[in-house]
């Protein structure tokens, strides 16, 4: 049985024929270009920082060095592994939703708008130039085909470095609670964070844009699943006709897909596999943060602290595998690509504190409202820019997945009126 199931991964890793019967552009040159093998070769690379950190926190703890230690580097060692707990005169309310003493319903409308427009331009754009980045070559001309860039992992590091820098300068700017959280337990957000963020722009190696936004919409199936044999936990009718429901339009969508043109990635069981590593990495790093909110502290000092260790992460696996310098030269070669990896970062951190700026001024089930539809539009701007071939019975599936989840939001704000213990709506920290 092992056998077989190692045999099915590594069958999905190999280059593999898309829809229609299209081979791929560029086929990898040796096995290093696999993404399975960069996968291990990354994770090896951030298992080299997990295990000695974790080795050190855990002798930390057996020598019971917040009562025994001194020195200079007991503060460190402290904020680090041990945590501060906060003092209740410390303590800085959090206010997940301010609304001001005198406003008018115009002054609510506008705010509204800016929000929703902050949140559209900020990830339609990030959506479009992830798919640029990802499926286009750079520096093609009538006598070369151009190069495609090819690491993710550098793509990842460029958006955690751009959002570390907002979110630290918005912790100094702005007053936050006092942190008591121990910092080694961002990294296992970190690391989930990372992962999740490779396999989404992997992925565009080998499935559409619009296939992927649906996967991502269809993240509530498996979450229900794992909610019902992990922790018995139980659901709503309208819960399980709205899964079937997403289920349906995907189905729909998936098997009634054209052949891609030659120029966009097909549909490939390499593609699928990465998609569904995406959706169980993001759905570990929701959880872990949820858990670790515990703690008291704003979305902003979350922000922090994930991506402080993602980029520590990143940069330690780059550097190892000698691919930091390779990714800038590339920016060097190629302007365009440098301008747009840039772009990309802004998106990503301009639309994290559009985040939480909309939620805090008008709530969660609006905020959801607003992405929901963000996800139908970038579906529909991609198959405008990148030609994404959809029949009517597609369409049909794209409508009948979107129509399940503003059923969702639907049913969750009847129940919160009623009284009744709503589904809880999902972290909105470090999403891209």
Request: charged share 15%.
């Amino acid at each position: 049985m092992d056998a077989r199931w190692w045999a099915v991964v590594v069958l999905a890793a190999l280059p593999s024929l898309g829809a229609g019967g299209e081979t791929p552009e560029v086929p990898p040159e040796s096995w290093s270009q696999l993404w399975f093998f960069r996968f291990l070769v990354n994770a090896a690379g951030y298992a080299s920082f997990m295990v000695p950190g974790y080795l050190m926190v855990q002798y930390f703890r057996r020598k019971n060095y917040l009562e025994t230690g001194r020195g200079l580097c007991f503060p460190l060692v402290k904020t680090c592994v041990f945590g501060n707990e906060p003092k209740s005169s410390d303590e800085v309310p959090l206010a997940s939703r301010t609304e001001p003493a005198e406003t008018t319903p115009t002054w609510q409308a506008l705010k509204l708008l800016f929000c929703a427009a902050g949140l559209q331009v900020s990830y339609l754009t990030w959506g479009v130039l992830q798919e640029r980045v990802m499926t286009r070559s750079y520096g093609a001309t009538a006598t070369s085909p151009g190069e495609r860039f090819t690491d993710s992992q550098f793509l990842v590091l460029m958006n955690r470095v751009l959002a570390l820098i907002v979110a630290g300068l918005y912790c100094i700017l702005c007053k936050q609670p006092r942190h008591g959280a121990p910092m080694y337990r961002y990294s296992f957000a970190s690391l989930s964070n990372v992962l999740s963020s490779w396999c989404q722009y992997e992925a565009l190696k080998f499935v559409s844009f619009p296939t992927q936004v649906l996967a991502k919409a269809s993240k509530v199936i498996p979450v229900m699943l794992m909610g019902k044999l992990v922790s018995r936990r139980s659901y709503e009718h309208w819960e399980y006709l709205t899964a079937g429901l997403i289920s349906i339009g995907v189905s729909m969508f998936l098997l009634s897909s054209g052949p891609e043109p030659r120029s966009s990635p097909a549909t490939t069981l390499s593609g699928l596999i990465l998609l569904a590593g995406y959706i169980a990495f993001d759905s570990f790093t929701s959880n872990w943060q949820d858990a670790l909110f515990a703690y008291k502290m704003s979305s902003v000092q979350m922000m922090f602290g994930v991506n402080l260790f993602s980029c520590l992460f990143t940069v330690g696996s780059l550097l190892e595998q000698g691919a930091l310098l390779e990714g800038t030269r590339f920016m060097g070669r190629h302007s365009e690509f440098a301008a747009h990896a840039l772009l990309l970062s802004v998106c990503s951190a301009c639309g994290q504190l559009f985040i939480f700026y909309t939620i805090g001024q008008f709530g969660a089930a609006i905020f959801t409202i607003i992405m929901t539809l963000r996800q139908a539009f970038a579906i529909l701007l991609s198959c405008l820019l990148y030609g994404h071939t959809v029949t009517v019975v597609g369409g049909l599936g794209v409508a009948v997945v979107f129509a399940a989840l503003l059923l969702r939001i639907y049913a969750r704000g009847r129940l919160k009126q009623r009284g009744k213990k709503a589904v809880p709506v999902e972290s909105p920290v470090q999403k891209v």
